[in-house]
T-cell receptor, first 114, second 112 residues
């Protein structure tokens, strides 16, 4: 089975711009979660989608949003980028919802905001 | 607020020895606890999951214990190898309203 894929792998944006990141889960996995990883804060949960519905959301401003499509692929959008949004954004898929199983992470998208 | 603490310092051990990593948590009653391995520039890789009603779980050279009274999990790697050098992350999950909380991770260095 192919693993979780994320595109693009690297991105450089300017403050104030917006960005969309994409995640394709493992075939058959209906749960997709997004995380932000920075050296100072570690891995922080952004949100989880299951069957196109957002099940939970972390403590991030409304500039961070996401969605999931019927084929379970997910996108994450960040609007009005700030310097502090520079981070590794990781997507993880799971065969079950509610965090009751292991998560399979993608390689991440490295976002740099200048 | 919910908090997870892992060994804050890097752990240096000799090849062949057992590495023991600690995960302590407060203000949380997790239903599941997971351990992941992360190599530089890569996403975390799932290693083991242990449920609140389980005391111990093993997988090859790996062993995890879960003490809900002490609010602590220990992660052991026996017969450690240089290839085990990585950052190990502990993650907690509750039931109802899925929200995974990760620890900051412990960097493990295994010397040949």
């Amino acid at each position: 089975k192919a693993g979780v894929t994320q595109t693009p792998r690297y991105l450089i944006k300017t403050r104030g711009q917006q960005v969309t990141l994409s995640c394709s889960p493992i075939s058959g996995h209906r749960s997709v979660s997004w995380y932000q990883q920075t050296p100072g804060q570690g891995l922080q949960f952004l949100f989880e989608y299951f069957s196109e519905t957002q099940r939970n959301k972390g403590n991030f401003p409304g500039r961070f949003s996401g969605r999931q499509f019927s084929n379970s692929r997910s996108e994450m959008n960040v609007s009005t980028l700030e310097l502090g949004d520079s981070a590794l954004y990781l997507c993880a898929s799971s065969p079950v919802a509610g965090g009751q199983g292991e998560q399979y992470f993608g390689p991440g998208t490295r976002l740099t905001v200048t | 607020s919910q908090k997870i603490e892992q060994n804050s310092e890097a752990l240096n051990i000799q090849e062949g020895k057992t590495a023991t990593l600690t995960c302590n948590y407060t203000n949380y009653s997790p239903a599941y606890l997971q351990w992941y391995r992360q190599d530089p520039g890569r996403g975390p890789v799932f290693l083991l999951l242990i449920r609140e009603n389980e005391k111990e779980k093993r997988k090859e050279r790996l062993k995890v214990t879960f003490d809900t009274t002490l609010k602590q999990s220990l992660f052991h790697i026996t017969a450690s190898q240089p290839a085990d050098s990585a950052t190990y992350l502990c993650a907690l999950e509750g039931t109802g309203g899925f929200k995974t909380i990760f620890g900051a991770g412990t960097r493990l260095f295994v010397k040949a």
